[in-house]
């Protein structure tokens, strides 16, 4: 029997061997430090949202109300708020660095988890790749929640449940321990494409889909966050600032600035299609030069005042 | 693992059952043990909770034996013992029991009965708040029969706290005045940091205020804010001390301080109301809980938001 030349044999070994691997590794690798890109939403994403904007969002009466009677104060005068992080579905829209990794087994070679770490509260998420089942209902919630990641192609789909009680928008409209989020992730090069499905039996009347996209930046480094509560305002104990229903002075402010009808801005499913602005046809007077948040690109030039 | 509606439907069942004076320890005969699925889950520490139909029964074991904060219902209770003796064959030595309820209470008989082993000196320690102990050795409401002797309490206390040393570390009962009864007891096993919250924290749904056994919207928001100063969270607001509630999930300090804030803003709203003069039906139409009501609420079962709404307003008007 003729046998193969050492080297000849040698290659084909390593292209099996290759060939064999392949599976394993036919999806995309998100690992790397990525930078987020503030191009969509960018004044809510900043510095935050204004207070009484609830467009684009489907929300139903009783997320309306909350976010109606919800007072800013909340976040300095409850101690255990202050150093309450963003929910798993915000934190990946919030302010922050992004760092991605992958846990792969090494007897097997596949890939049993990508882990997250973001900067805003060190937020960390293991998104599990194994195939094991969400946990029961009776498990505690965290902010992250329990998530699963399934390939679609070259798309990671991830489901997370088990969330805290968070926000949506962080103006007071919440979003429930009952949410469901679906992520999908892409990568197009050096450039990271996440959309976002949030469920929400409690307060949202149909699924509330967003977008943000990252920029791979290998030089980033993300430094340790950090906080430790601490009252600042001498308040009776237990004190959880709220406004009255009826009674939030703040609620037009949004609409006044920005020229829109005040029904415009009280969000609900209907208000997020094309077909509303139909609707408030002639009620729309934008000012005639921009007022607020008019360059917002970055951390650095989007505030209030910036021309 | 119960779905939500599973639960609800049970709770909603089983509540009424515990809750309705009338039918007070009447009608345990109704639930069908093998239709019941419990479910023992480890907490932290030397902590489990035993979860099922009823109140959640808290389980810490060790070289000692066992120890439980509530009892569950009284035709549960031999199928509850079969689940501790899948994680400890030590005798039962000290039940705690937050509250006079029977979904709570029930299992304290069989539960004393059954968990004696060859190891064990006596029947345990029964620790209660006294009111617990007044109500259930007293007459029973409507036509209900006496509870027996061997169920009660036997080692009550009156003091604001009571504490006890087992299986290696400090077992501390706080007293929460008036909150969902007048006997409430939450109870804080320190080295594993784990709290034992009673019906005075309840996950799922609105804080049932049994006005007619001394509850009140005041006394359950002190009791909540009384959890929040014992738990300490780990890193970020979550984990660290383990929070075991009456009914419903495992939880931590952050879940009970969104129960806390949604309380007190309830209260906040419905004082404004009163101190405008509105009637108990202006209140109602006013829908004062509807952002809340999505969360916690409930049109059917034993405690609906309407009755809710009442015990509230009663519970701060004084109007009966």
Redesign the interface.
């Known amino acids: 029997m003729n046998r193969l030349p050492r080297r000849r044999a040698v290659s084909i070994g390593l292209a099996v061997a290759a060939l064999v691997a392949l599976p394993a590794f036919a999806q995309v690798d998100f690992t790397g430090e990525w930078a987020p890109l503030y191009h969509e939403d960018g004044p809510e994403r900043l510095p935050g949202p204004e207070l009484g904007d609830y467009t684009e969002l489907p929300i ?7 976010a109606d ?1 919800y007072d800013a104060d ?1 976040i300095s005068v ?1 101690p ?2 202050q ?3 963003h929910g798993g579905d915000y934190s990946m829209r919030g302010l922050g660095n992004l760092r991605v990794w992958r846990e792969i087994d090494q007897a097997s070679e596949k890939l049993v988890a990508i882990h997250t770490h973001l900067l805003a ?3 960390e998420r293991t998104i599990w790749m194994d195939g094991r089942p969400h946990p ?8 992250q929640g329990f998530s699963t990641g399934v390939w679609d192609g070259n798309m990671l789909t991830i489901t997370t449940t088990h969330f ?2 968070n926000y949506i928008r962080r103006n007071g409209v919440p979003r ?3 949410a469901v989020l679906t992520e999908h992730w892409t990568r197009h090069g050096d450039y990271l494409t996440v959309v976002t499905v949030i469920e929400d ?3 949202l009347t149909e699924p509330l889909v967003r977008s943000d996209n990252w920029y791979l930046d290998p030089g980033q480094n993300i430094g340790v966050f950090g ?1 430790e509560y601490a009252p600042e305002v001498p308040r009776p ?4 600032p ?1 406004h ?2 009826g009674q939030n002075p703040y609620l037009k402010e949004f609409a006044d600035w920005y020229g829109l009808p005040f029904e415009a801005t009280r969000g609900g499913a209907e208000t997020m299609y094309p077909e509303y602005q139909k609707k408030i046809a002639g009620e729309y007077h934008p000012p005639e030069k921009c007022q607020r948040y008019c360059k917002c690109t970055s951390l650095f030039d989007c505030n209030v005042t910036s021309k | ?4 509606m599973r ?1 609800m439907v049970a709770r909603g069942l089983l509540g009424a059952i515990v809750f309705s004076g009338a039918v007070c320890f009447a009608q345990p005969a109704q639930i069908n043990p093998d239709n019941v699925q419990l ?1 023992m ?1 480890p907490v932290q520490g030397s902590v489990y ?1 035993l ?1 099922g139909d009823g109140g959640n029964i808290t389980v810490q074991v060790g070289k000692d034996g066992v120890a439980l904060v509530d009892t569950g219902f009284a035709p549960l209770a031999p199928k509850a013992i079969g689940e501790i003796r899948k994680i400890s064959n030590g005798p039962i030595r000290w039940i705690v029991n937050t509250h006079v309820h029977t979904d709570h209470t029930g299992g304290n008989a069989q539960m004393a009965k059954l968990g004696m082993t060859h190891e064990s000196v006596g029947p345990p320690r029964i620790v209660a708040q006294s009111n617990v102990l007044n109500r259930m050795s007293g007459a029973q409401p409507g036509n209900q029969p006496k509870i027996p002797e061997e169920a009660w309490p036997n080692d009550e206390y009156f003091l604001p706290t009571k504490d006890f040393f087992f299986n290696g570390e400090a077992v501390v009962v706080y007293h929460v005045p008036n909150a969902h009864t007048d006997g409430d007891s939450i109870v804080f096993f320190r080295r594993s940091d784990v709290l034992s919250t009673g019906d005075v924290f309840t996950p799922g749904s609105y804080p049932i205020i049994d006005l007619s056994r001394g509850g009140s919207v005041e006394g359950e ?2 009791a909540l ?1 009384k959890i ?1 100063d014992i738990t300490v ?1 780990a ?5 660290g001390t ?1 929070v075991i509630p009456g009914h ?8 009970v ?2 129960y ?2 949604m309380l ?2 309830i209260r ?2 419905f004082r ?1 109301m009163i101190k405008k003069g509105m009637t108990l039906e202006q209140v109602k139409a ?1 829908k ?1 809980t ?6 916690y609420g409930s049109t059917t079962g034993f405690w609906t938001t309407d009755m809710f709404v009442e015990a509230v307003y009663k519970s701060l008007s004084g109007k009966t």
């Open positions: 139903n009466g009783a997320a309306r109300m909350a009677t909340r409850v255990e708020y150093c309450r992080p509260w060190d937020s029961p209902d009776y498990a505690p919630h965290t902010w805290k009680t429930s321990d009952k039996p409690v307060y906080c104990e237990g004190t959880v709220n009255l229903p | 693992m119960m779905t939500d639960l479910t889950a909770v979860m928001i002190n804010n929040i969270p890193k970020y607001q979550e984990g383990m419903g999930r495992l939880c931590d300090e952050a879940d301080v969104e806390r804030n007190t803003i906040d709203r404004d006013a004062a509807a952002d809340y009501d999505t969360q």
